[in-house]
T-cell receptor, first 117, second 112 residues
């Protein structure tokens, strides 16, 4: 178990640029989640995949955001035309297929800290 | 609409004493509750959880209590250690939807 891996750890970009983050979940986990955390707040749900299917998207996920999980393994989160309000930590998490059988928890990666200048 | 609330942004406790962190929720459909611990520049780490069919769950120094009628849960850490200094998040979910809803966190500082 190598844990959830996120890349990059930090990203500084100029307003209007596009950025892409990558998440590699724990290998046997079929569910993958993206959350966003800003200063003083708890993580906020953005979107969720079961295998390659994107099952739910938060209203926080504007049209400038897109997430993919093409082969049901790693996932990417792209933000187009970044704005200063996009500055946050973007967290990826995965969960076991045995959710609902006494194994209900998400495993989080270390996050990608995005700063939009 | 903040469905999970942690009303104490910070808490300081002497090393060796008990730390009690509180969490309130408004959504009666939640049936699973979790506590996560977070250090700066790291992702949240799972600590302990409790199902709504229970009122207490223990794991070593950590105990979570659930009062469903009051829609309140608490995390007890005893004895508190310096390494416990971190931000603690309460989270909730229901079995039909694996999305976690988090509170805003409580920063715990253990004073040596």
């Amino acid at each position: 178990d190598t844990g959830v891996s996120q890349d990059p750890r930090h990203k500084i970009t100029k307003r209007g640029q596009n950025v892409t983050f990558r998440c590699d979940p724990i290998s046997e986990h079929n569910r993958l989640y993206w959350y966003r955390q800003t200063l003083g707040q708890g993580p906020e749900f953005l979107t969720y995949f079961q295998n390659e299917a994107q099952l739910e998207k938060s209203r926080l996920l504007s049209d400038r955001f897109s997430a993919e999980r093409p082969k049901g393994s790693f996932s990417t989160l792209e933000i187009q035309r970044t704005e200063q309000g996009d500055s946050a930590m973007y967290l990826c998490a995965s969960s076991s297929p045995t959710w609902g059988q006494g194994d209900e928890k998400l495993f989080f990666g270390s996050g990608t800290q995005l700063s939009v200048l | 609409d903040q469905q999970v609330k942690q009303n104490s942004p910070s808490l300081s406790v002497q090393e060796g004493r008990i730390s009690i962190l509180n969490c309130d929720y408004t959504n009666s459909m939640f049936d699973y509750f979790l506590w996560y611990k977070k250090y700066p520049a790291e992702g949240p780490t799972f600590l302990i959880s409790i199902s709504s069919i229970k009122d207490k769950n223990e794991d070593g120094r950590f105990t979570v209590f659930l009062n469903k009628s009051a829609k309140h849960l608490s995390l007890h850490i005893v004895p508190s250690q310096p390494g416990d200094s971190a931000v603690y998040f309460c989270a909730a979910a229901n079995f039909g939807n694996e999305k976690l809803t988090f509170g805003t966190g409580t920063r715990l500082t253990i004073i040596p």
